[in-house]
């Protein structure tokens, strides 16, 4: 019998080339499956950082109360202050003789990750919650707000946080808002978040951040405006914004020794050469605020000692101010490996053993 090499030729290479594809689609489904594989691996462990993270921020939470109960428990220092370790600052001699000597609020390790903590008292604001009208408009002033709209922000923002069906003069309820685009209610509630005033009658987003927030040079702002106006199309140059100055939660009672110049400066009998004493006198011999030398205020009578106001105002001083603080924002940063979140909690100190976790979120 006569073979044809042509003949076998052909059916080894139409082999061939079946082979080949075989390998080519075991290939192209090996290298798929290694590639599903890897994604999974990758989820699974980005899924368990994110479980290692949030329990992270929470041992963040943990450990801030855990630096405020101390540092409440200390009886040398009866105040909450700049110079303290919870501030950011370098911590006075009760700390340095407490379990806080040595402890850092910037990457703490805590099992495989570390946590960065930055820990701020509400104190040192207005509740905008219990703010009155002399309240908001010297904010308002102080920022340099046009004169006509003095009552309607001052206005508009207690009709925002208080019950009633009938407006201020100058403010507003659901009538007004309802005739917007798109429409809304009038809180007539306190607010929980401050950026609530974003939706009151008069409020601008420059009012609420101010400028120097929206990239004007601070250098403009030396010495505070008259009010008496902006020409057509200017871009008004508020010195400090309303979040700057006001908190949606705190124990209404501002802390003098960790307010700003500004938030001093909306209290009663308090200018701006009284601010400045105040600040002067709790800063100490290098006369500026968070160093060792500071020398806080142990009550709010020592004031007296700036010798820049009469008594009565002191008397008043004692109703809205204090040396100690209640409220305090935490801000946590976890990281574990290339991952890292930022957390939020809102703590109230009652006392040095009770100190309540009243929000924590993330975004």
Known sequence: MKISPLKNN???GMALIVVMIAIFVFSALAAKFALSMKV????AQKADDEQQLLWLGRSGVEYARWVLSQSASIPSEPYDSLNQLWAGGPGGLGESNSPLSGVSLDNFPVGDGTISIKITDLERKVNINTAGSATLQQALTLMGVDADSLSVVSDSIQDWVQPGNMPRIAGAKNDYYQSLSPPYYCKEAPMDDLSELLLVKGVTPEMYWGSAASGHSPANFQHPKLGLGNAPGQVPDYPFGLADVFTPVSSGRVNINTADVNVLQMLPGVDTNTAAAIILQRAGPDGIDGTIDDTPFRNVGQI???????PQAIAQLNNLCDVRSRTFEV???????NSSRDFTAILFRNTATD??????YWK
Do not use: D, K, P
Request: proline share 0%; no cysteine.
């Open 10 to 12: 052909s059916r080894t």
């Open 40 to 43: 999974e691996m990758v989820l």
């Open 304 to 310: 007296a000692a700036a010798g820049v106001l009469n």
């Open 331 to 337: 801000h946590i940063t976890a990281h574990i490996g």
């Open 355 to 360: 100190i309540q976790v009243l929000r924590f």
